[in-house]
Structures are given as C-alpha cells and as structure tokens.
C-alpha cells in the first residue's frame, strides 16, 4: 500500500493520509481488552450485548456471567446448572452465559427471584466442578467470574525395572539388547 501511495503523493501528503487513517482507527473503536499495554474502546459486540442487557433490564431481570480456566482463558461448552429453578445452559465461545428464567418441575417458565440464593455449578469434562451460591438483588447483574480448575491424574509409585544386557551365549540374542530382571 505505501508503494502505491508514495508513488502518487509527496511524502508530507502520504503522512497526512496515515495519520488520518491512525486517527480513524482510533475514533471508531477496538476491543476493549488489553493489548501490548494499551486499552481500546469496546466493540460493536461489546455494545450490542449492553443494549440487550438494558433491554432486559426494562423488561424483566436477568443474571450474567463468564467461565474461565486458571489462565483466564474463556471456555465454551461449559455446562451451568442453576438451582432452584431446575436452569440448564451451556456457556457459548467466549465463556459466556446468560439466564433470563428458570423452569419449574412441570417445565413451566419461573421469572427470577430478587433476593433469592441461586446455587450455580459450572462443570465441563477435563475439569474439576465448580459451586458458587450468588444473591440475585434484581434487574441486571453480573455473577462473578467462574474459574474452571483442570484435573490433574495422580500416578502411582512407579520405579522402573533395570534392564540386564543379555549374553551372547542366551537363545541367539543380539548383543545390545537387554531383558528384564524380572523374567530370572
């Protein structure tokens, strides 16, 4: 692109269109994470999930919230039980869920409690399950970050049986090769 650039503009002109252009990129926005130590305005994803929110919060309460591992990464495919209420749900690509209402034992919707406890379990295979008990107080409210621990399998004792080189004279073995002290 600066080839094409500086071949039809002076230098001071090709300067003023890349500022131009850094200024644009600014003003329109990035992701609102931190990157290489800076931090950019929120997306248009960002944006559209707060309407929805406010939406929701004119019209009903709904609770909100993420799953991570230990690095802070999102995981998706996370599983979420919420009781009581019987609510099941599963966190989407970013780790992220939403839960607007529950059900009732005969699959009847339930609106949410203000005030109410609500148990959550967050569980997905690899990881250890998660139990967290959160006070909804109404409207629209995020429930704190859940972290997802990965399992770890413990080994037994292992202690490696020595190997013996064969004789020459052993069954036609090749020299080199070894057997186990076990098989004497």
């Known amino acids: 692109m600066r080839t ?4 039809r503009l002076s230098r001071r002109e090709f300067t003023a269109v890349m500022l131009g252009l850094a200024a644009a990129i600014l003003l329109s926005g990035c992701p609102k994470r931190q990157q290489d130590g800076l931090v950019f305005d929120e997306t248009a994803t960002e944006r559209k ?9 004119k019209s ?5 919230g993420r799953v991570v591992d230990r690095n ?4 998706k495919r996370v599983t979420i039980l919420v009781t009581p209420g019987n609510g099941e749900l599963i966190s989407n690509k970013w780790g992220e869920y939403e839960i607007d209402r529950l059900h009732a034992d005969d699959g009847s919707p339930i609106p949410l409690s203000p005030g109410e406890d609500y148990t959550i379990n967050a569980w997905k295979p690899g990881y250890h399950e998660t139990t967290q008990i959160f006070r909804f107080d109404g409207g629209v ?3 704190p970050t859940i972290t997802l621990i990965e399992d ?5 004792d292992y202690e490696p049986v020595p190997l013996v080189p064969l004789d020459d ?10 057997k186990s002290v076990e098989n004497e």
């Open 49 to 57: 999930k707060k309407k929805k929110r406010a939406k929701v919060a």
């Open 72 to 75: 802070d990464q999102p995981l």
């Open 141 to 143: 409210q995020e429930i």
């Open 4 to 7: 094409f650039l500086t071949n």
């Open 60 to 64: 009903g309460d709904l609770m909100y």
């Open 169 to 178: 004279e052993d069954d036609g073995a090749q020299s080199g090769v070894g």
């Open 152 to 156: 770890t399998i413990k080994l037994e």
